[in-house]
């Protein structure tokens, strides 16, 4: 069965940085990419980031690049994001998502951890 | 960057009924185009893809249609069980998703 755990979500005060993970298992995780789905309180959905199975191309959503920086480690069948200079907007419930269908997050999602930028 | 316009933002309709949601792109993204069912407190789960191949597991009374900028999301026969929020996606260029129909039982 596959499964994703997010973790590390909590408060921040605004301008600080912030170290999300995602555990997965259940499936070969080299082989597929990976993304990071963002979800403000009581508002939609927001793509932030992805990427490639083996870790050599990202990519941005606008509103974070040069601010967020994903990353995996295969070995341990790892996601990361890496969160610095956070803002007010910047607080949601962070997904991690597997790929599907050659659909970034067009497979399983996790639970979500919550991120709060507060001061 | 390719924005994506649903409607309406919300719904009511009746156990049985018919529905249907719409989903507008800024520029021609072919057949690249997603939706996705959330329920209150889970994660967003994948319906259609591609505009309108159905994920497995998904019952037949959900489909899509559409090409180019413009998209159709039906239920044909709306269940309780189809409470949610649905949300369009493209992926012809990035991710962009639409602002999300919210619908509720009449």
């Known amino acids: 069965e596959v499964q994703l755990l997010e973790s590390g979500g909590t408060l921040v005060q605004p301008g600080g940085s912030l170290r999300l993970s995602c555990a997965a298992s259940?499936?070969?995780?080299?082989?597929?990419?990976m993304s990071w789905v963002r979800q403000a309180p009581g508002k939609g959905l927001e793509w932030v980031s992805g990427v490639s199975d083996d870790g050599g191309t990202t990519y941005y959503a606008d509103s974070v690049r040069g601010r967020f920086s994903i990353s995996r480690d295969n070995s341990n069948n790892m996601l990361y994001l890496q969160m610095n200079g956070l803002r007010a907007d910047d607080t949601a419930v962070y997904y991690c998502a597997k790929e599907a269908h050659d659909i970034l997050t067009g497979g399983n999602w996790g639970q979500g951890t919550l991120v709060t930028v507060s001061s | 960057d390719i924005q994506m316009t649903q409607s309406p933002s919300s719904l009511s309709a009746s156990v049985g009924d018919r529905l249907t949601i719409t989903c507008q792109a800024s520029q021609d993204i072919d057949k690249f185009l997603n939706w996705y069912q959330q329920k209150p407190g889970k994660a967003p789960k994948l319906l259609i893809y591609?505009?309108?191949d159905l994920e497995s597991g998904v019952p037949s009374r959900f489909s899509g249609s559409g090409s180019g900028t413009h998209f159709t999301f039906t239920v044909s026969s709306l269940q309780p069980e189809d409470i949610a929020t649905y949300y369009c996606q493209q992926y012809y260029s990035l991710l962009t998703f639409g602002g999300g129909t919210k619908v509720e039982i009449k």
């Open positions: 591609d505009a309108s």
């Open positions: 259940g499936f070969i995780f080299d082989d597929y990419d």
